[in-house]
Every structure is written in structure tokens, then in C-alpha cells.
Nanobody
Framework: VQLQAFGGGLVQAGGSLRLSCAASGRTFSSYAMGWFRQVPGKESEFVAV????????DYADSVKGRFTISRDNAKNTVSLQMNSLKPEDTAVYYCAARAMYRSNWSRYESDYWGQGTEVTVSS
């Protein structure tokens, strides 16, 4: 599975962005998918995860109520709708895939890790 995130950009605090991740490979629908973010000098941070069927979702406390993860297995995409953005949401966002669902996993527990897209939230 190859992953490519896109949709990042510059937005003012309080605004919205929608990130998408395009996946290649026939087995995309069998993987749990997650979004992570990383700022320079820090470890990557878990943001949200969705099970292969979309029936299970989990979010980091810092984004609950503001971000929504979704997936479309027919289109091999996973999305992250980000609302009420804050300057502290500024980071490079990555999508990742994992064969076994977990409510929170680290970058090193991912089976696949994609190219990131940069999000900058200005105050």
C-alpha cells in the first residue's frame, strides 16, 4: 500500500481544511487508517484512526469535537475534516495504515506511512 496525503495549506485560526489521503493497492479496504502529525524537533503525534469498515473511530483528546476522520473504500481514500483550527494544529500531517486496528498507535507501529502535507494555522 502506497499513501499520499494532500490538501494542506495556510488557514487562519478558526478556519477549516480537509485533508485527503490517496492509497494505492488492492488491499486498502482491509487496513485501519490513521492520521498523524509532526512538528520539527518533536515525535509524531497520533491524531485520529478509523477501522477498515469505518465502524470504529478514535481521536486524540486535542482534536476531539473539531476533527472528523472518514474513509471511502471504493475510492481508496481516507479524509480528515479539520474545523475550528488552532495555531497549535500547525504541523505536517501524515496518513498511515495498519493491518490491526488500535485506538492509538505510533508511527513505528504502522505498516505503511505516507508522504505528508503541511498545515499552517495563523493566529
Amino acid at each position: 500500500v502506497q499513501l499520499q496525503a494532500f490538501g494542506g495549506g495556510l488557514v487562519q485560526a478558526g478556519g477549516s481544511l480537509r485533508l485527503s489521503c490517496a492509497a494505492s493497492g488492492r488491499t486498502f479496504s482491509s487496513y485501519a487508517m490513521g492520521w498523524f502529525r509532526q512538528v520539527p524537533g518533536k515525535e509524531s503525534e497520533f491524531v485520529a484512526v478509523i477501522s477498515w469498515s469505518g465502524s470504529r473511530l478514535d481521536y486524540a483528546d486535542s482534536v476531539k469535537g473539531r476533527f472528523t476522520i472518514s474513509r471511502d473504500n471504493a475510492k481508496n481514500t481516507v479524509s480528515l475534516q479539520m474545523n475550528s483550527l488552532k495555531p497549535e494544529d500547525t504541523a505536517v500531517y501524515y496518513c498511515a495504515a495498519r493491518a490491526m486496528y488500535r485506538s492509538n498507535w505510533s508511527r513505528y507501529e504502522s505498516d505503511y506511512w505516507g508522504q505528508g502535507t503541511e498545515v499552517t494555522v495563523s493566529s
